[in-house]
């Protein structure tokens, strides 16, 4: 194992340059996948390390479930592994299963509560809430999806402001934002150097949303009024709790970038960046450092395995 096992705790360092450069680059749904797909990558080689951290540190540990052979001084020597760091890993490992329990079950918990709020309303896509509040977010169902938007923002908008509001959101839907959401949030607890990747994917997504609604609606400065109007008149206004991590329309966060993105020609949209580019370069390190990480992790995984099956009497 040696030092390799370390590895995949710090190799998301070097997503950070493309978490930047591909939310103004690339397009939003290629930036979206990349790096979704990359914290997930990521955070799974990192909790597979702290792991293998935790039971090569710990086996000397009383109570351990390892077998006794594994405590021999001979079979000690034959994989290298750091008393502290596997002390430190059991609570840092706990943490991370909470943190991900706690995220996974106040998402469902969430959902839950705002179907069940929805259900004296018709059974239509569109549920037009009564409320002063102004605010509209996308609700994704097991069986149906629904756009929940209240009459207070609506009033405030214009009839094509009013359709892309409606595009924007199922945009979202269609596309299943909120699991992309999900996955770099819980890639966020299992290594906070990712977190730089889950605010990127939080813009990424909106805009991907902004730009299927401007193709919907056939006019991207429809779009870019309807979030400015929106975002003045959600301002200083909080929507209820319950509706916390649902993806919504006047979302806070970089509003002036988005409504700049619209004003500007569609973006191109490339599977992958070219290498000859910045944007192109940080893609193509992130993977080699996530390439990096999961054969690190399988490499001290692999010799964990045969030495514990060594040591492991007949």
Do not use: K
Not at 149 to 169: D, I, K, M, N, Y
Not at 210 to 239: F, M, N, Y
Not at 242 to 267: H, I, K, N
């Amino acid at each position: 194992m040696g030092m390799f096992v370390f590895l995949p705790l710090i190799l998301p360092l070097t997503a950070w340059p493309v978490a930047r450069l591909a939310e103004q680059h690339l397009h939003p749904r290629t930036a979206t996948r990349l790096l979704t797909g990359l914290a997930a990558a990521m955070a799974t080689c990192s909790s597979v390390s702290l792991g293998l951290l935790m039971v090569v540190g710990t086996a000397q540990l009383p109570g351990n479930p390892l077998p006794d052979g594994w405590s021999d001084p001979a079979v000690r020597a034959a994989v290298p592994y750091d008393g502290i760091a596997g002390r430190l890993a059991v609570p840092t490992l706990l943490a991370v299963v909470a943190a991900c329990a706690r995220t996974g079950w106040r998402h469902r918990r969430t959902r839950r509560r705002a179907h069940r709020a929805l259900a004296g309303l018709p059974t239509t896509e569109a549920a037009v809430l009564p409320d002063d509040v102004p605010y509209a977010y996308a609700l994704p169902g097991g069986t149906r999806n629904r756009i929940v938007v209240t009459t207070a923002l609506l009033s405030h908008l214009e009839p094509a402001e009013r359709r892309a509001l409606f595009a924007h959101e199922r945009a979202h839907l269609t596309a299943r934002h909120h699991r992309f959401l999900l996955t770099v949030r819980l890639a966020a607890h299992a290594n906070p150097f990712l977190y730089p990747l889950r605010t990127a994917v939080a813009y990424t997504t909106e805009r991907w949303a902004d730009e299927e609604a401007a193709a919907a609606v056939g006019s991207r400065r429809t779009v870019a009024r309807a979030i400015g109007r929106a975002a003045l008149v959600s301002h200083r206004t909080t929507p209820p709790p319950a509706l916390a991590g649902l993806t919504g329309f006047a979302a806070p966060g970089p509003v002036p970038r988005r409504v700049a993105a619209l004003l500007d020609p569609a973006p191109l949209a490339r599977r992958w960046p070219s290498l000859f580019t910045a944007v192109g370069m940080a893609a193509w390190t992130a993977t080699a450092g996530t390439a990096v990480s999961a054969m690190s992790s399988a490499n001290s995984a692999l010799n964990l395995a045969l030495v514990l099956h060594a040591a492991t009497p007949l």
